[in-house]
């Protein structure tokens, strides 16, 4: 016997309960999603409010108005005979403290900064005819006061500020010598434009060694590789390589490039190649997906008029993969630009006072030296750390816009 | 039965097959098909799904040689010359033997760059001139000049889906082939492109040797002088295309084409 199902009733209590639970089951998962969201939000928010609030302030310095009798210093330079030379005999580094001292008395070698002489070498080469007459040359503060006149220091340096300020002498002004020094000893004196320059390098390498490798390697992983039993373990090899600790890459840099081919120590040859290493198989991954992403009717079109299996690949599949290669480029790429660890292992911690002239060159990268100067002890490196931290993120931002650009341009619209 | 197929025997057959048999893997998809395709008639290959006709279609132009597990055994030949002798560039046998797809694929490049393609890489265009007359030459011979001379830099994929069957088409033509094969072409097409793909298929015809694969019986009768009937791999029934619709041989013929199956 059979019982008679009766016609759905939709009207029923158990059906309004169902469509209430999928509401809610609904609206619960939006909710869940945009809790998520708010909270990275609001950590990347709190991170970049602290970040800028610390880090600004390293792109400012305080300077004191500096008032130099030129002719009752006892400087001897020719105003009609101004050489680089003459200016480096001229002891300005003593002759800057001697007139501090008259203008400003106190202990002026604790007001400025050790390398306020080179202010006043500037004004004097930018325009000799100042050494016949009295001058006012904005020089910079030492680390000491430039805190004080910041936030807080100590109470001694809060007291020769609170002086300095009587005279009217101290103002802040764009640090300039951050952008275009490199690493120094004291804070005041500290640049970014050497680890800077480094990292530019660096990536330079990285990029024109592991893209045309990635992206032949995907090419012919996709497009000509024969499915056999050894492009399958090419394949696992370069997805495990993708995953190794990138620290592992850097003892590979160190005993290859360093112990074995006696290449540069702490060049930015060796980090670009380490780093290359380590994004290949990024670009690798990324390419073949955009190269398997290329619908196959494109290929038969081509090759059905006669296309070379070389034409299909370079006039059609690649233009059409580049947008998917361009992106998988640019994420391994930023990886490889925060990458520190690697670095440290083939040298490229080193102090580096000169910005590198070449590949070949001592050269220090943004990640490291951010890694260097929150080691330090003077507490004028705190601003300069989260400085170099925002030059880093700009960096960042402005190599992920040109991705965006780029894979933008080369999309194809269907 | 007294099959007397002496009468589609030509003596100099553009192209001709001889006991073709075709293996994927250890399947085997065509088991021996012997046929000639000559330059006056459009040929219909028609057939139920999965019997073998566009498998046979392609081996004709080699592109089945993408396919890594597809074995061709036998002969075909084109003016005379074995195409899967190892002397054959396969190259230049696609661009004389040309290939029309199911599914209109024109590249994701302008009008007039689909067209010029095919001639630039094979070098049949001196100067742009020149190219700019195999363009206008090909669009008017696809039919589709009127339609697009005033937007040639447009993408070829913006186009309807019947404009696009014409631009691939006329990208075909560009290079100048002795035959075109057409797979399906009008399968994803509506009634008025289709009819304006046969008009088509009716003007090319005696220029380009013609092979047809169609699902559409009604079409097969419509465009074709010449059918062969395909099915589960073997060449049933190939004759005159009046005949093969009017008085077929053989029985699987006559079940197939009044809807037996299929």
């Known amino acids: 016997m059979t019982a008679q199902r009766l016609p759905t009733d939709w009207k029923s209590d158990a059906m309004r309960k169902r469509i209430a639970r999928r509401y809610g089951a609904e609206r619960r998962f939006k909710l869940a999603g945009l809790a998520a969201v708010a909270l990275s939000a609001a950590f990347l928010a709190f991170l970049l409010f602290t970040m800028m609030g610390n880090g600004l302030r390293g792109f400012t310095r305080t300077e004191i108005a500096l008032t130099v009798d030129f002719p009752a210093s006892p400087l001897l330079l020719d105003p009609n005979a101004i050489t680089d030379e003459a200016l480096a005999n001229a002891n300005l580094p003593m002759v800057t403290g001697e007139v501090a001292k008259k203008a400003l008395g106190g202990d002026a070698d604790a007001l400025l900064s050790p390398t306020a002489w080179i202010s006043i070498r500037d004004a004097i080469k930018a325009d000799p005819k100042i050494l016949s007459r009295t001058e006012t040359i904005r020089v910079p503060a030492s680390t000491a006061i430039d805190l004080a006149a910041k936030s807080k220091g100590s109470p001694e340096a809060e007291a020769e500020v609170a002086r300095l300020k009587q005279q009217g002498v101290l103002s802040t002004g764009i640090n300039w010598n951050f952008l275009t020094a490199s690493d120094g000893t004291d804070p005041t004196q500290v640049g970014i434009w050497g680890a800077f320059k480094g990292s530019l390098l660096t990536m330079l390498v990285t990029l024109l060694l592991s893209f045309p490798v990635g992206v032949a390697t995907a090419l012919y992983l996709e497009e000509y590789a024969p499915k056999a039993w050894w492009t399958d373990i090419i394949e696992v090899s370069i997805n495990n390589l993708a995953a190794v600790p990138s620290i592992i890459f850097g003892l590979l840099g160190l005993s290859i490039f360093l112990n074995f081919l006696h290449l540069p120590r702490s060049a930015a040859l060796i980090g670009g190649m380490t780093l290359a290493l380590m994004t290949m198989p990024v670009i690798v991954i990324a390419g073949r997906n955009a190269i398997k992403a290329v619908p196959p009717s494109i290929r038969d079109a081509a090759l059905g008029i006669g296309a070379s299996p070389v034409q299909v690949v370079f006039q059609h599949v690649l233009p059409l993969a580049l947008p998917g290669i361009l992106t998988g480029t640019i994420i391994g790429m930023a990886r490889a630009l925060g990458e520190t660890a690697p670095l440290l292992m083939i040298g490229m911690r080193a102090f580096i006072a000169t910005p590198p002239g070449g590949i070949t060159d001592p050269a220090t990268v943004l990640p490291v030296q951010i890694f260097l100067w929150s080691d330090e002890v003077s507490k004028g490196f705190v601003e300069k750390t989260s400085a170099a931290i925002i030059v880093l993120l700009v960096f960042l931002l402005a190599m992920n816009g040109l991705a965006i650009y780029l894979r933008n341009k080369f999309e194809t619209r269907w | ?262």
């Open chain 2, 1 to 262: 039965m007294t099959q007397e197929q002496t009468d589609l025997t030509i003596a100099n057959p553009k192209m001709s097959a001889r006991d073709v048999k075709v293996f994927y893997g250890p399947k085997q998809a065509i088991k021996g098909v012997s046929i000639d395709v000559d330059m006056d008639h459009v040929t219909a290959f028609i057939g139920p799904s999965g019997c073998g006709k566009s498998t046979f279609l392609r081996t004709l132009n080699r592109m089945n040689d993408t396919v890594a597990s597809a074995r061709v055994e036998g002969e075909i030949t084109l003016d005379g010359e074995n195409i899967y002798a190892p002397t054959m560039d396969v190259v230049q046998l696609r661009a004389r033997v040309g290939m029309v797809f199911q599914k209109p694929n024109p590249f994701p490049k302008s009008i007039y760059e689909n067209i010029a393609y095919g001639p630039r890489i094979h070098g049949l265009a001196a100067g742009k001139a020149d190219m700019d007359v195999i363009v206008e030459k090909s669009l008017r011979r696809a039919g589709l000049w009127d339609e697009v001379k005033d937007r040639l830099n447009d993408s070829g994929t913006a186009l309807s889906g019947g404009q696009q069957q014409r631009l691939c088409i006329g990208r075909a033509i560009a290079v100048e082939p002795e035959v075109i094969l057409m797979d399906e072409p009008c399968s994803a097409l509506d009634p008025i492109a289709t009819a304006k793909i046969e008009e088509l298929i009716h003007e090319l015809r005696g220029r380009y040797g013609i092979v047809i694969v169609t699902h559409n019986m009604q079409q097969a009768a419509r465009v074709s002088q010449r059918t062969a009937f395909f099915h589960l791999g073997e060449l049933v029934e190939y004759g005159v295309t009046s005949d093969i619709f009017t008085n077929p041989r053989q029985e699987r013929t006559k079940d197939y084409i009044t809807g037996r199956y299929g």
